[in-house]
């Protein structure tokens, strides 16, 4: 098992977001994390990465066997798509960034600063970094915004090939990315926090 | 029983209520007696005459200037190790009435200055320490009133103030190394022989006790404050979000 | 960590006067000085070390905000916190290259400064010792406002605030040893001082700067 989540409640801003929160995910798993906005899809992948203090339960993980990509893109935009790649493959220090390049089609760019680039094409250099670490767990939210459709069929592809070589993933996202086998779908909604409730450190004054 | 029970603010409002009318008449019976006795029947001093007198406000609102920062830095540390917050607000209340505390330092050294030095500012150890850490507080208080989330700008000043009171003794060594400075020595110390003669010395103890209870009881006064602004808060935060 | 610190530089070359600015800043507060207090070169030499010490911590303080604001506004400093390095090596190696953007060009220049303010040829060799010993606390003791104060929109007024009184020591040693080698008095006491209060500085502080930094990402 490389997640295990207990029992778990986090809130944002005083306000409890949702509690009772169970999971757990095993080598080639895959789960998609649903829920409209303000539910805490981005607050549960930010506790699970360490960014955020919870409230209750516990989240089990190694620490250095995951690899997360928040809303924000993290790209420099002026320095070249090489030499994005290159800091971060330098930083995990565990795969050449070449690689990373072809697989999102990125190659052409090389040389090309990362500001003039589209939206989209600043996602996949973006999700490129993905492929420069040895992860066995990706913690993405939203990953596909602003993909076009091809992009967002090859994304697909690589998802696939990581928990075929064994990884496993949570994905915030709204989009259906054709995993059929091994994925299953977490509704925080289903677990929201009854209205009106404060987390410890607000309540404490009432 | 723990004393930490009263840690949890809404017990802390409950004692608060009951604890702050003595503190409000200690500072009041020790800062008449002290001011009274010393301004009026005391005899004037044969070296620096009548402007001795201003000794009584001087020398207090000195200490609980360096003391209200010592008091900050205590809280803040009890907030970093035991999260409570009315520690982290009583070290925020404190702030405004340290930096007056080290303004009226300032003022009334400056008119004692006048007279004896023949000038109302010397860049002396003391009064440059004094007013590095008047720029402490405006700091730490800017920094406070920076930052939204409540339990982030508890945090973050908590640190300010643990580097800063670092920073603030280095500071103190430091300008000592610089200029060794007109200001007499300390007019109240343990150790030493006595520098101040009895006449001056026991109404100054009661103006002393009066300023302690005074601080006391305006910190207090401003933790009731920030404690009602949170529950404000939190009242508003459970309405939003039913 | 060295990717780090090459990306930061690169970075500081790229986005165009991230070397010069300081510098320039540098310059026009030594030219104004004698413009503000009249053209005497034995009153200026006086003042010299002062003015310098005083405009190169300035011209420190202009820069701090970007050491951290730039990596936080585009999420890379989360995606940081989350990768394998520590953050407090971040927060030293970030703090060692706004030294080397900022501070050292500052001791660079220096001595061309000091000329101007009527210093002797002999006489500058302290003010750069100085300088090159003191202005690397200047970027770790700076580091740590940049991280107070990195999740606050417009905290550059807010961070001179914080910053200034923080760095008192470090100006008083600094500029002790400059004068005191000036005027050819031992200067080994405050030489050791400065030292240690930067070695301090760059050592301890990080730690500080982390753990602040950890708070304003969550």
Not at chain 1, 72 to 87: A, D, P
Not at chain 2, 109 to 117: F, I, N, S
Not at chain 2, 133 to 138: A, K, P, R
Request: charged share 15%; proline share 3%.
């Amino acid at each position: 098992m490389l997640l295990s989540v207990n029992n778990l409640s986090v809130s944002r801003g005083g306000v409890s977001l949702f509690k009772g929160l169970n999971f757990t995910l095993s080598s080639g798993q895959f789960i998609s994390l649903t829920g409209g906005n303000g539910t805490g899809k981005t607050t549960l992948l930010r506790s699970i990465a360490g960014l955020q203090p919870i409230d209750e339960g516990e989240i089990l993980i190694e620490t250095d066997n995951f690899i997360f990509a928040g809303d924000s893109n993290g790209i420099k935009t002026s320095l070249t798509v090489s030499e994005n790649l290159r800091f971060w493959s330098a930083i995990f220090g565990e795969k050449e960034f070449e690689e990373a390049l072809e697989v999102f089609h990125l190659t052409k760019f090389e040389n090309r600063f990362a500001g003039k680039l589209s939206a989209g094409q600043k996602r996949r250099l973006s999700l490129a970094r993905l492929m420069l670490a040895d992860k066995g767990i990706w913690l993405l939210d939203e990953p596909t915004v602003s993909l076009d459709k091809k992009s967002m069929e090859e994304f697909s592809k690589i998802l696939k090939n990581h928990l075929k070589a064994g990884g496993a993933a949570v994905v915030a996202t709204h989009t259906d990315l054709g995993l059929k086998t091994h994925s299953s779908n977490i509704n925080i909604e289903d677990y929201r926090t009854k209205s009106g409730n404060l987390n410890a450190s607000a309540g404490a004054f009432l | 029983m723990s004393l930490w029970e009263y840690a949890n603010p809404v017990k802390f409002l409950k004692l608060s209520d009951k604890v702050l009318p003595f503190f409000v008449g200690f500072s009041i019976i020790g800062l008449s007696i002290g001011l009274f006795w010393g301004f009026f029947f005391t005899p004037d001093d044969y070296r620096q005459g009548s402007t001795v007198k201003i000794i009584y406000l001087h020398v207090p609102s000195a200490l609980m200037a360096i003391n209200a920062w010592f008091m900050m830095l205590v809280a803040s540390l009890i907030w970093l190790v035991r999260r409570h917050h009315v520690s982290a607000l009583a070290a925020k209340a404190a702030a405004p009435v340290g930096v007056t505390m080290t303004m009226v330092a300032l003022v009334t050294g400056a008119l004692w200055g006048q007279p004896m030095w023949g000038t109302w500012w010397a860049w002396d150890p003391r009064l440059t320490s004094f007013l590095v850490l008047f720029l402490f507080y405006l700091g730490y208080m800017a920094l406070w009133s920076a930052i939204d989330n409540p339990d982030t700008a508890a945090d973050l000043t908590s640190m300010l103030c643990i580097v800063g009171s670092v920073f603030a003794i280095l500071s103190r060594y430091a300008v000592n190394f610089w200029n060794q400075g007109l200001h007499q020595g300390a007019s109240l110390s343990l150790d030493k022989e006595k520098n101040v003669a009895d006449v001056f010395y026991q109404p100054l103890l009661f103006s002393i006790f009066g300023f302690v209870f005074l601080f006391l009881t305006l910190v207090l006064i401003g933790t009731r404050t920030e404690i009602r602004l949170r529950r404000t808060e939190a009242l508003r935060l459970r309405k939003d979000s039913e | 960590m060295i990717a780090l610190l090459q990306r930061d530089l690169l970075l500081a070359v790229r986005a165009g006067g991230g070397f010069g600015l300081g510098v320039a800043f540098f310059l026009i507060v030594v030219v104004l000085v004698p413009l503000g207090i009249g053209p005497d070169m034995v009153i200026l030499s006086k003042v010299s070390v002062g003015v310098l010490w005083v405009g190169a911590l300035l011209a420190c303080v202009l820069s701090l905000d970007r050491i951290f604001s730039l990596d936080y506004d585009d999420g890379t400093l989360e995606l940081l916190l989350t990768s394998p390095i520590p953050l407090e090596a971040v927060v030293t190696i970030k703090a060692f290259s706004h030294w080397i953007t900022t501070g050292l060009p500052l001791v660079v220049v220096s001595p061309i400064l000091g000329l101007l303010l009527g210093l002797q040829v002999s006489d500058l060799k302290w003010v750069v010792i100085s300088l090159l010993i003191g202005t690397p606390a200047l970027s770790a003791i700076g580091a740590f406002g940049a991280s107070l104060t990195v999740g606050i929109r417009r905290g550059g007024l807010l961070l001179s605030l914080l910053v200034l009184p923080l760095y008192v020591p470090t100006l008083i040693f600094g500029a002790n040893v400059a004068s005191k080698g000036l005027e050819d008095v031992s200067n080994n006491g405050a030489l050791l001082i400065l030292t240690a209060v930067t070695l301090a500085a760059f050592s301890i502080l990080p730690f500080a700067s982390a753990f602040v930094l950890r708070i304003n990402l969550r």
